[in-house]
């Protein structure tokens, strides 16, 4: 619980002196910051599988973009900001509100003409592997021709959490496979909007992971499976903040102030030992991303203010997920590049200017990309990208992963989807 002594957030007066004066904002991960530890690949492939082979390790690129339904930009432009040339094995591009709205996707969910934008800016370096729509939302997966043949056992699966739980409005993609015998598992979602809306977004979290362990490893979750409809969503307390801590206006002034004041229901203490979320133990390589929604806590007018005098750390102390991975069970095991960009939303159109509408949302970290902490697994970049066509920034990171590879006797000589592309979209999923 968050003791009296909190500030609030309703106006700038109510901080400390010392919180107004203007800091330095930390170097963000980006690919420029990075490029010293990302090499292009080499010349052919011959040379590029038999590095991978000698060294094991592989390059992923994940891209995660709230669209908002606009028309995105030219493939050169996506290949710019997007997609360095020549230094990834896997790319992964995880889009929400694609193409068209949530109404114009039930009667078109087709994501065609993005996927062909996406191949025309990645080149003909490129396999795509497999698809999968969820009304507005998509997921594809890139192989590089290098590597392609060590691809097989692809599934995928969308769970939505939308209207009663049956519409794909709000809700996940999931996508597994195995690159040699390493096993992959890739989530893009859009969870429930607004700033209050912590414990739904929680909750949907939570149904997500669950179903996508049931339903693509045929196992049943660890953590109790839980439904996330409106009749429910107010018994589902995961954390046990004080309500109003979610609120705008209000703010812990001091990053350590999570540590002395808060406190956990018994089965959340980090003493306790908490359950790890369920696809941490189904798969080697988990990558958790999308709009998660998530909100920093507090006013516009002073969340502007910490912005304008880069009070990154004050912000980080209010961002809602970085509070929630710290505690509550359902997000144990995952990680998080440094938040070192800006907020990713919500932008006035074609700008670089936060929401000057009537309605003057509070800019957040809404788009995220988490992974699995592991010590096999290292994050190169995580940043946001100038592309200015949403209301969101595109949010993209780079993983190095090393791969398991068998005694020898499997020959990996083509592609096991041989080199078909597999694409499949749903309006509305009936569970």
């Not at 420029?32 to 492939?45: G, K, M, N, R, V």
């Not at 009667?107 to 698809?131: I, M």
């Not at 739980?165 to 597994?176: A, F, V, W």
């Not at 908490?274 to 189904?282: K, V």
């Amino acid at each position: 619980m968050i003791s009296s002594s909190r500030l609030s957030l309703h106006n700038t007066s109510n901080l400390p002196t010392t919180l107004l004066l203007k800091k330095s904002w930390p170097p963000a991960l980006s690919d420029e910051y990075a490029s010293s530890s990302i090499d292009e690949l080499s010349p052919t492939y011959e040379e590029i599988k038999r590095q991978v082979e000698n060294v094991g390790d592989i390059l992923i690129r994940i891209v995660t973009w709230n669209q908002q339904a606009r028309e995105p930009p030219s493939p050169e432009d996506l290949a710019k900001h997007l997609f360095q040339s020549r230094r990834y094995h896997i790319i992964v591009v995880g889009t929400q509100e694609c193409e068209n709205t949530f109404a114009k996707s039930i009667l078109n969910p087709s994501k065609a003409k993005w996927e062909e934008r996406l191949e025309a800016a990645l080149g003909t370096d490129f396999d795509a592997v497999h698809s999968h729509s969820l009304q507005a939302s998509h997921i594809i997966i890139f192989a590089h021709k290098a590597i392609a043949h060590w691809v097989s056992n692809i599934r995928s699966v969308a769970i939505p959490t939308g209207i009663g739980d049956k519409l794909g409005n709000k809700g996940g993609i999931g996508m597994s496979m195995n690159v040699a015998d390493s096993s992959f598992c890739f989530i893009n979602v859009h969870l429930a909007a607004h700033q209050h809306a912590t414990n739904r977004r929680t909750s949907e979290f939570k149904k997500i992971s669950n179903e996508m362990v049931t339903k693509m490893c045929n196992r049943q979750p660890s953590l109790s499976q839980t439904s996330v409809s409106s009749h429910s969503v107010d018994e589902l307390e995961c954390v046990n903040f004080e309500e109003n801590l979610m609120d705008d206006g209000d703010i812990l002034p001091n990053p350590s102030h999570i540590h002395s004041n808060l406190r956990c229901d018994d089965d959340m203490r980090t003493d306790a030992g908490p359950t790890t979320n369920p696809l941490i133990d189904a798969y080697d390589y988990v990558f958790y991303f999308g709009d998660l929604n998530f909100r920093i806590n507090g006013t516009r007018e002073v969340v502007d203010g910490m912005l304008e005098n880069h009070m990154h750390d004050a912000l980080l102390c209010n961002d809602q997920l970085t509070m929630l991975m710290r505690f509550n069970r359902i997000f144990s095991g995952f990680g998080e590049g440094p938040l070192n960009f800006f907020p990713t939303y919500k932008f006035d159109n074609n700008s670089d200017h936060y929401d000057s509408s009537q309605r003057r949302r509070v800019p957040s970290w809404t788009d995220r990309i988490l992974f699995k902490k592991d010590s096999r697994t290292q994050i190169l970049s995580y940043c946001s990208s100038a592309i200015r066509t949403s209301d969101h920034r595109p949010v993209y990171a780079t993983f190095r992963c090393r791969l398991d590879f068998d005694d020898g006797s499997k020959v990996y000589d083509k592609p096991c989807w041989e080199l078909r592309r597999e694409t499949r979209s749903e309006v509305c999923s009936i569970s």
